[in-house]
Structures are given as C-alpha cells and as structure tokens.
C-alpha cells in the first residue's frame, strides 16, 4: 500500500480527529457575546498545566484555503487572528483593517440568511464593532494580539462554532467550496472532485514553520498533458484531506507516534492498526520506543545480555515479549525530510507487527558485540547510532540524509545495510574517532554479521574475543592491540599511543608497518618485564600464538572487509584481557560513566 493510501486508512483509526474542512487549532481567547450582540468580555482558553499557562487546541471550523493562505486575504468563518475578528494586530497594522473589512463581509454573505440566534448576535457585534473599542473591553490584555479567537453566546455551555445549527450551515459552506474539476483518485481509485491544492503537513523539523506539502505541483516544469496543479497527479478532495488530517495529528510534538530524535534530519512517525481498522496505543508505543531506543524492562527481557552463556543468538526474541499485541497488526513507518516549500518521504515501510519486531531484533542481535560499547544499553536509538559512528565531530547534523534514509529502511525491513555504510564508518575511524569505545566496531561486526545470515559472506563473523578465527584481519587487529597494550604497559596511560598514530597506516599495509611494531613491541615487553613480569609473559605468550596463525606473514595490503575484521579483532583484543590486566576503559576519554552521549568522545 502507498504511503498516502496508507495514511488516508488510517484516518478512520483515529478517535477524535476533525472532519473535512476543520482542523486543531491553538486558539488563546474567546469573545463573549450576548444575545442583542454586544461584547460582555474576552474570556481566557488557556489552561494551567505544568505550572504554566499553556494555549489549548479545540476543533473548529478551518478549511483548506485557510490552511494554505500566506500573504493573501483568505477570512475564516467564526474563528480567526485578531486582526481579521477585532482589525487590531500587534504591530498596528494597515492591513488589519483590510483583513476584518473581508472577514466583516464574508460573514454578512454567508450568514445573511441564518435564523440561529448566536449567528444573528455575532452578525449585530461586526456590523457595530469598531477597533477603538478593544481596549475598554473586559479581559483585554495585550496578549489578545495576534492571537487566535473564538465566539460563544453568553448562557451557552458550548462555543458559537459548535451549535447544532451553526455546524450544519458549514457543513453547506464547505460542500460548495468543493472543487468543480472531477477526475480519478489516484489515492482510492474513486472519481469524484480533485484537490487543487493539499493541506499543508506542519511539525516536521526544519521545514517552514507555516508547514509544507507531501504533493506539490506548482510549477510551470510540472504541468503534463495541459494540466496544472492539483491535475497532474489528481488526489481527490476527500482523500487528500483525510492523509493530511491523518499526517497532521501523527506529528504533534507530544503525540505517541513520533520518534523523539531526527536521524540525519528525517522526522520519523509510526502507527499500528489493527485488523479491525482500529487504532492500537500499546503497538504504537511498543515500535516508538524501540526506535526512540527507549526500550522498558518487558522488551529488554527479549534480549538477554550478550555475556550470557549461549548469547543471544539462541533465543527468539519475539516469543518473549509479554502478551497483549496483535502480531497481526499493520504498522507503517515514515521518515520525512524538508525539501523547501515542500516534503521528501524518504523512507515508508509497511508490515505486520510481529515482522518488524523481528527485523528490529534481528538489527540488535546483528550488532550485538562483546563487550557492549559505552553508554550502548539494550539497543540504542538509530539516531545515537550514527551520531557515534558517521557523523563528522559527532554532530547530528553532520549525519548524511540519503545514508541515514538507507540504513533505517535496512533497519525496519531486515535487508542487508547499505553499501555506503562501511566505508563511511572507517573513514571516521581514519579521521580520529574513538574506535575503542566500540560504536564503530558495533556497526562493522552488525553488517558483516547481517551479510554471513543472509549468505552474501561465507565467513561468521565473531561476536567476542575468538582465538581460533584465522582471518588474516582480525588476527592483525588483535597483534596490534596486544603491541598497544605492552606500550600501554611500559610507559604508562599516555593519551597518545600508536592507536593514534600507526592504526590506518597498520589495517591498509600490515607488511609496511607491523615489521617496525615488532621491533618497538619486543623493547617495550624487554621494559615491562621489569615492571609486571606476569603481563609481560602474557602478552609475549598471545602474541606468538598471533604470529603462528598467521602462516603467510603480513599481507602486502588488506582488503576493505579485512581491514573491517581488523578494526573487529583490534576492538575484542583490547577488552579480552583476563581481569586485572590493562584496559582501554582505563584511559580517562574512553571511560563508562554514564550512559548518556557525552561519554564518548571521538
């Protein structure tokens, strides 16, 4: 199913949301009225909650042209700014009065016929309004301004917009303002009128704040066959409405379906429904916080820790998670990007609940590395993920979108990890990112792994300390651990030690490099052995089983998947010591303090 298809359906799932031609709006202050027309006072919509005074959002009446009006003079019915309600605005505006003139008229032409009695006193309040007036008016507060306002009859529980008889005299309004051209709904296959121009999605992160469009066709280069706009790609006015409504209400900032970070600058959301055509909170929250990386005690249990005896390769994960979730259920995952004026859907994947949470299961066992990185926990966010392991002085703005886009679709469908991915990784690597932190290493091993399960590799690759690989890269990934570890040994926790100076040049030319390690790492364990003798023979020890292994020597060169199982051997190495030993987590830059970004440092 298409992603605006998708988006459309949805919109029945949703409890509450606006029907066609009304919208969630902010709205700050409501005009009382009585029944001859007279302004009694301005009333305060906002509401304490977390000690403040915070604008409510209430359903009224806002249909598309206002939606998508800019610098045009496009009056609303009932509801407004206040310099199209009251002609005053904050920065003492000439428009203004151009604004309430239009909002004035339109209310007399549309209502000029109406027999509602809230109708005929809002009616009697703009024929006598006058702007000078606003300041005596009970309630008035220089934050009336600009902002948002509605009308309620004084006696009434309800707002003006909300009469029984006002709502079916807009439902008349907006059934003529329906378009005139009629032709096929590429959306649901129905004909019916055509949009000419759609909603506009607001909430996506670096997109105009006055929001952007999903389909767009304004200009000129565009147009086919003679057909402009909203012809080009016709999406019929009911379906248009419906995904964008849909859109809409899955990015509010606070809402359940949004995924908390950006991955390289994609606003991601994700919904569940169920067979029923129901909405499903619980699915919802299950795939947000697994995306969010904020997986509770229940999900964690599907992922025993990695140290365990048997790993975690031998259990299913998704018989584990705690009952209560169709598995049936249909979730649907979108990552938006800003593109100007409009919106690029990057990634959109559709698929039954119990398959994507294997997919995500299969993405945490795929990167699953021993011992876990610093701050990692059961599975961190894609967001931290590549914030750790691409982007440039770890800045999230630094994530490449098209890589980013490709590794969360590999993510969600189980296919293998994009092509682009390692290279990028060991080009951070070479640029002084902190590889025994072990992000890195944890992305490597996770695409080798992903590439032996789907057989695109004939080799497994290791997810701890194996002594018995005979990979010519990770066997020289380990030799170079061990040599740093008896500098590290000999001269003590220096910040910089041939980790820093010899790795890039040591995984590209072992032949080049490791003959004048050797010579360095025999003065340095000469050293030690006055120092520790006991880590001294050990280290000598491992690094002659290293150096039997390798049968041919040092290679000339190695190749790009060897030098990631160097990177791999490097990293288990390092952290495969028997207790009491020296540790990289030693170093003062690389220690485990937390579990927040801040701890590791590139």
């Not at 292994?549 to 190695?558: K, V």
Request: proline fraction near 6%; charged fraction near 20%.
């Amino acid at each position: 199913m298409t992603l605006l298809a998708a988006l459309a359906r949805h919109y029945d799932a949703i409890p509450g949301i606006a029907p066609p031609g009304w919208s969630q709006i902010r709205v700050a202050r409501c005009i009382v009225l009585a029944r001859d027309g007279r302004a009694v006072g301005i009333s305060d919509m906002r509401e304490h909650r977390d000690g403040r005074l915070r604008v409510r959002e209430f359903l009224v009446p806002w249909p598309d042209e206002v939606a998508k009006r800019t610098s045009s003079i496009v009056p609303n019915l009932l509801v407004d700014k206040s310099a199209y309600v009251l002609g005053c605005s904050a920065g003492h505006s000439r428009r203004a009065a151009q604004e309430h003139e239009a909002f004035v008229s339109r209310h007399l032409n549309v209502f000029a016929d109406a027999t509602d009695a809230g109708l005929l006193a809002l009616l009697a309040f703009l024929r006598a309004w006058r702007p000078q007036k606003l300041a005596s008016l009970p309630g008035f507060v220089p934050d009336v301004l600009d902002s948002h306002i509605m009308f309620r009859i004084e006696g009434d529980s309800c707002l003006l917009h909300e009469r029984a008889a006002v709502r079916v005299l807009l439902a008349a309004v907006e059934q003529e303002r329906i378009s005139a051209d009629e032709g096929y709904c590429l959306i649901d296959g129905s004909h019916g009128p055509v949009a000419r121009l759609h909603r506009p999605i607001r909430g996506i992160d670096g997109a105009l704040s006055s929001g952007a469009t999903l389909v767009s066709c304004n200009e000129p280069a565009f147009a086919s066959y003679g057909h402009k706009q909203g012809k080009v790609a016709p999406c019929g006015e009911a379906a248009a409405f419906r995904y964008a409504a849909a859109l809409n209400h899955l990015l509010q900032r606070q809402g359940l379906n949004r995924v908390r970070e950006t991955v390289g600058g994609m606003t991601i959301v994700a919904w569940t429904q169920t067979a029923e055509g129901r909405a499903n909170d619980d699915c919802d929250r299950l795939v947000v916080d697994w995306l969010n990386g904020a997986i509770d005690d229940d999900a964690a249990r599907m992922f025993p820790l990695a140290e365990a005896p048997g790993g975690m390769g031998s259990r299913n994960p998704w018989h584990l998670v705690k009952s209560g979730f169709d598995r049936q259920a249909r979730v649907g995952v979108v990552g938006l990007s800003p593109n100007g004026s409009r919106i690029l859907a990057r990634v959109w994947v559709e698929d039954r609940l119990d398959s994507l949470m294997d997919n995500l299961a299969n993405h945490c066992l795929d990167c699953t590395i021993v011992p876990r990185p610093a701050g990692w926990g059961v599975m961190p966010s894609l967001a931290r993920l590549l914030q750790n392991t691409i982007a440039g002085h770890r800045d999230p703005a630094n994530v490449p979108a098209g890589l980013a886009g490709a590794v969360l679709a590999s993510v969600l469908t189980g296919k293998p990890y994009p092509r682009p991915l390692l290279p990028v990784v060991l080009m951070r690597i070479r640029a002084g990112g902190n590889l025994a932190a072990g992000w890195h290493a944890a992305v490597i091993r996770g695409v080798l792994a992903r590439d032996h399960r789907l057989g695109i590799l004939p080799d497994p690759v290791p997810e701890r300390l194996d002594t018995g690989c005979g990979d010519p890269g990770y066997l020289l990934g380990r030799l170079f651990s061990l040599y740093e570890l008896a500098e590290r040994g000999a001269l003590g926790q220096f910040r910089t030690t041939i980790r820093h100076t010899r790795l890039c040049s040591a995984a590209s030319m072992p032949a080049r490099v490791f003959p004048g390690l050797a010579q360095s790492g025999a003065a340095r364990l000469v050293r030690l052995h006055r120092l520790d003798p006991d880590l001294a023979v050990s280290l000598e020890r491992e690094i002659a089983r290293v150096h039997t292994a390798l049968e041919d020597g040092f290679p000339p060169r190695l190749s790009f998947h060897a030098q990631c199982r160097f990177v791999l051997g490097y990293y288990h190495q390092a952290h495969g010591m028997q207790p009491g030993t020296p540790s990289f987590w030693a170093e003062p830059d690389m220690a485990e303090a937390g579990s927040g970004l801040a701890e590791v440092k590139p």
